[in-house]
């Protein structure tokens, strides 16, 4: 009988506890990620059915607010309307009703655009503002942290100076004003962007040149209008972490020893300071579902946050619970992904 | 930086090229100078794909839908009208009633075509009742089974309506103010299962246009003329002008500004009163429905103080009334409007044809009508209240402001009541208030306080003018406030979970003396007791045996009888001396034409033949008088 070495089999060991170890860790995780899942919709469901917003009295309200109303007709819809949306019954019963349907990937029907499923809805607005906000996340992240890096690194470069004192100095803008200064300085004052709608009107909405390069000609000024009030941020946060990091004794060292300071920028400081920016990139990306309500607004585009703030005035559950679980589910999935990554990109985090 | 200076280079040629395209394309393959583009005050459309009107919760009511594709049977306008207020559209005569109103027959046109090219008749009218009768979530379903027995068709263009009790308004429900019951195409929707799953797209038109194209996400829809416009009920007043209309949501009130200047908006539907100042100041091609101050239309709409009558201190009409003797016209005017407020002391609106029907003839009874306080008379009617405001407005406006006092009262309205503080104290002592200190009390020794419900953010002007009469009365020792529900306003309103609030209970037609619009809904017999929701239109849950009598007089004579008149005029010194509600004002949109691609806009001075908000089903009326302002 062939003996394995004893190294061997002693590392084999050492491989095969750190696995169950990590195993152990990732179901702790998994459970951690359905308890916030489940915790978050319930809190969501009972807020949203605690609403003084009827969408029965908003149904009523917008097909009798201009033209004639009987009032006996009035009586008559209310009772049939509330039949329809299936609101009789007690919260308990909805709240099954609910779990019952969501258990297969139905949100049920929208309330405010009856019968249109919640589902298609969301589904319309959705690569929109995955688009917007994915695209103005990523050139938020990836030009605050780069320039928040340098800047840390080189303390004394004026032109990084003033880049810090310009991404600083937009990020309290609050996002309506930034939106209309960009509208305005590129939309009137120098009229060279589309600042309206999601693609040009009359445009057919398929994958064809004319519709891609119409789309994204008409992100720019919303996806402008985000980085810059994103950026200073991450710039800032990216500095304070180079700022700190440059004083360890290990970059100090590699500098003394002569190692060139571009490789100590990338390989000695940055990617130390990346690790909690990834985080909050993570958490930055899960959030999107949210949708961008102001910017979407002011430039007409299509997202998920105007449909949100259309569901919550309306008073249609539906919609809002249906918005909202994508939003939970998106959030905890950012961190549970970045809680199982963690241990593997950073040693310094022991999964015990 | 050579790589630099060529990304640089390249960027602007890109956007450059960009923006030439953008002002000869700015709608892909439509020339700029056929289309008119509209805005959609409904912005974004959730349920996009829906042209199913006749469901509740379709896609939208100001897409371009029932502004140029439906029709219904009759049209009356809120102004002057293309032909006279009353336009028999579908049908070729007035509806024609029984004696004693339990029939209504109605003569239809011939010669009328769907897009499709199928013949309208009245199978189509006979459809469209029998459908939403049979189902109370349809739109007019709920209407029809309240009024209708029997609808049918004696032969192809004639309809006859057995009624379950006499309704001398039954034809109301298709005669357009802002809407009505639209006819639907029979043929289109006796294929489907269940009308109400359909969502009719694309749809087929009985107007004159069809859809050409929109956005899936709600932000735009394009409507072509129809090449066989000649078969439509529009017909009779020419072609209509616009090759296309495009119904567009340009975002916030700024922006849709910055679009009118870039002429990429002809019509704005509403915007702020700065808004509007600075597209007068700054556009010479925009113009608002009076050529200077007010610039607004004002829409035959109401808004006024809703008083819950149903709250034990508002039973009292002293109270009523002292609270309507603290409040400082000139104030809220400038406050809500900015000055450019259409003001009434009675309870229907300065607009359309109603100054002649009712403000010229009670002139003189206001000025000597007098309150008794027990302890003095007081004629509380300032016949220059709207002449002060528009003094006070010269200095900062100058040639905007009008002189003539004429067109003041049709641009800024006539009188008001004077505030009167004394006399309030009067008439709030004699139903038994206390003044302690700086403060009044009720009856039952509790502080006097009112919360004045507000729309918030939802309607900045009627707010303004909210947190004004509040303050007024804090400074007289009310403890009042306002509160503001911007997204369930109406429903709270309507389940009467108010004192008071900003909001209006009179819509007239406009153009049509008859006040059962709004008036018959005020009868007592609708009347919910405090807790139930209260039907539209008795918001301030009033009742009287007087006004029932002259509801019920209105209800025995027909529509277009002089007698009509007299009752609305006797129905206003009865809300006068009552003061169920406090009127203050028309609600005037500030809705702004550019002349740049587009001619023949209605307007108060040269032509005022309708309503020019553009979401008005009278809208259509305007396509056929708008005429290219530049060549092909």
């Known amino acids: ?352 | 930086m050579r790589t630099l200076k060529m990304l640089a280079f390249m960027l602007s040629s890109l956007l450059f090229g960009e923006h030439a395209i953008a002002q000869a394309d700015f709608l892909a393959g439509i020339p700029r100078n056929e289309v008119l583009i509209a805005e959609n005050p409904e912005g974004r459309i959730t349920n996009s794909t829906w042209f199913n009107i006749w469901v509740v919760n379709h896609g939208s009511n100001s897409n371009g839908l029932q502004q140029l594709g439906l029709d219904t049977l009759w049209y009356i306008d809120a102004d002057a009208g293309i032909d006279g207020v009353w336009d028999n559209s579908l049908a070729s005569e007035k509806p024609i009633y029984n004696a004693d109103f339990t029939e209504m027959t109605v003569k239809l046109r011939d010669g009328i075509f769907w897009s499709d090219g199928v013949e309208f008749t009245a199978d189509d009218v006979v459809y469209t009742v029998e459908t939403q009768m049979k189902d109370p979530t349809m739109v007019w379903g709920p209407a029809f089974q309240a009024s209708v027995d029997t609808v049918t068709a004696p032969d192809p263009k004639t309809v006859l309506f057995k009624l379950k009790r006499p309704n001398s308004r039954f034809h109301a429900i298709f005669t357009v103010r802002w809407n009505a019951a639209w006819i639907m195409p029979k043929h289109i929707f006796e294929k489907q299962p269940d009308p109400t799953k359909f969502n009719f797209n694309p749809p087929v038109t009985l107007g004159p246009y069809t859809l050409k194209s929109f956005d899936p996400n709600g932000e735009w829809y394009i409507w072509q003329r129809r090449d066989d416009w000649k078969r439509t009920t529009l017909a009779r007043f020419g072609e209509p002008g616009p090759k296309y209309v495009a119904y567009i949501d340009p975002g916030p009130p700024d922006k849709r500004v910055i679009m009118q200047l870039n002429h990429e908006l002809d019509i704005i539907h509403d915007t702020t009163p700065e808004g509007m100042f600075t597209l007068a100041k700054q556009s010479p091609s925009s113009h608002g429905w009076f050529k200077g101050f007010p610039y607004a239309h004002p829409d035959p709409t109401l808004p006024a103080v809703i008083l819950n009558n149903e709250v034990e201190m508002f039973k009292n009409r002293d109270v009523r009334w002292a609270l309507a003797l603290l409040i400082d016209m000139k104030a809220v005017s400038l406050a809500s409007y900015r000055g450019a407020a259409t003001i009434s002391a009675i309870a229907v609106p300065p607009t359309g044809l109603y100054p002649k029907y009712y403000f010229d003839p009670l002139e003189d009874w206001l000025k000597n009508f007098e309150i008794d306080t027990g302890k003095s008379k007081y004629k509380p009617y300032d016949p220059t209240v709207a002449q002060q405001i528009a003094d006070s407005l010269r200095p900062s406006m100058g040639e905007r402001i009008p002189k003539d006092p004429k067109e003041i009262a049709t641009a800024f309205g006539r009188g008001w009541w004077k505030p009167n503080p004394e006399v309030a104290t009067e008439l709030l002592e004699r139903a038994g208030f206390k003044k302690e200190g700086n403060r009044w009390l009720k009856p039952d020794g509790t502080p006097f306080s009112i919360t004045l419900l507000v729309e918030g953010d939802q309607r900045p002007v009627m707010t303004r003018a909210g947190t004004m009469i509040a303050q007024q009365w804090r400074q007289f020792g009310i403890d009042a406030k306002t509160q503001a529900y911007p997204s369930d306003f109406f429903p709270r309103v309507a389940s009467g979970d108010f004192e008071a609030a900003m909001a209006w209970s009179v819509e007239t037609w406009g153009g049509h003396p008859d006040l059962s619009f709004f008036l018959d809904s005020w009868h007592s017999e609708f009347l919910k007791p405090a807790g139930e929701r209260q039907p539209p239109r008795n918001w301030q849950r009033y009742s009287n045996p007087e006004l029932d009598k002259i509801i019920e007089q209105i209800r025995a004579i027909g529509f277009d009888d002089p007698k009509g008149v007299e009752l609305g005029q006797e129905f206003i010194k009865l809300a006068v001396r009552e003061m169920p509600m406090i009127p203050l004002m028309s609600y005037n949109v500030f809705t702004v034409m550019d002349t740049t691609y587009w001619t023949g806009f209605p307007s108060a001075e040269t032509d005022p033949y309708t309503d020019p908000v553009p979401n008005w089903a009278n809208t259509k009326y305007m396509m056929v008088k708008l005429k290219p302002a530049q060549p092909k």
């Open chain 1, 1 to 352: 009988m062939k003996e394995w070495p004893r190294a061997s089999l002693l590392g084999a060991e050492i491989e095969f506890a750190s696995m169950r170890t990590y195993a152990r860790y990732f179901l702790r995780r998994l459970g951690q990620f359905v308890f916030v899942v489940f915790v978050g919709i319930n809190i969501v469901f009972f807020v949203t059915h605690a609403t003084p917003v009827d969408p029965v009295e908003q149904a009523i309200s917008s097909a009798t607010q201009f033209g004639h109303s009987d009032p006996r007709a009035v009586e008559i819809m209310r009772k049939a309307l509330r039949e329809l949306y299936g609101l009789d019954g007690t919260i308990l019963q909805q709240y099954v009703r609910f779990w019952t349907r969501l258990a297969t990937g139905d949100f049920g029907p929208s309330l405010s655009a009856f019968p249109t499923p919640v589902s298609v809805l969301i589904r319309q607005s959705l690569p929109w503002t995955v688009g917007l906000l994915f695209t103005s996340t990523l050139i938020a992240w990836g030009v605050g942290n780069s320039l928040g890096g340098l800047a840390g690194y080189y303390r004394k470069n004026r032109l990084l100076k003033a880049v810090g004192i310009a991404a600083t100095g937009l990020q309290p803008i609050p996002s309506y004003i930034m939106s209309l200064v960009v509208l305005i300085l590129f939309g009137y004052i120098w009229p060279i962007l589309p600042i309206s709608g999601g693609f040009q009107m009359n445009v057919s909405p398929d994958l064809s040149i004319p519709f891609v390069s119409s789309v994204i000609m008409h992100s720019i000024l919303p996806v402008l209008s985000l980085v810059l009030i994103t950026i200073g941020a991450w710039f800032v946060g990216m500095r304070s972490l180079v700022s700190n990091i440059v004083t360890e004794d290990y970059v100090v060292y590699a500098e003394l020893a002569g190692v060139n300071r571009r490789r100590i920028l990338t390989s000695y400081i940055m990617r130390n300071a990346l690790t909690p920016q990834l985080t909050g990139l993570a958490l930055s990306l899960g959030a999107i579902f949210n949708g961008a309500i102001i910017t979407e607004f002011v430039f007409g585009y299509p997202g998920l946050g105007t449909l949100l703030v259309r569901g919550v005035n309306s008073g249609d559950y539906s919609l809002v619970l249906g918005i909202a679980s994508i939003s939970i589910v998106a959030v905890a999935t950012a961190v549970f992904v970045i809680d199982l990554l963690y241990p593997l990109l950073d040693p310094r985090v022991k999964v015990e």
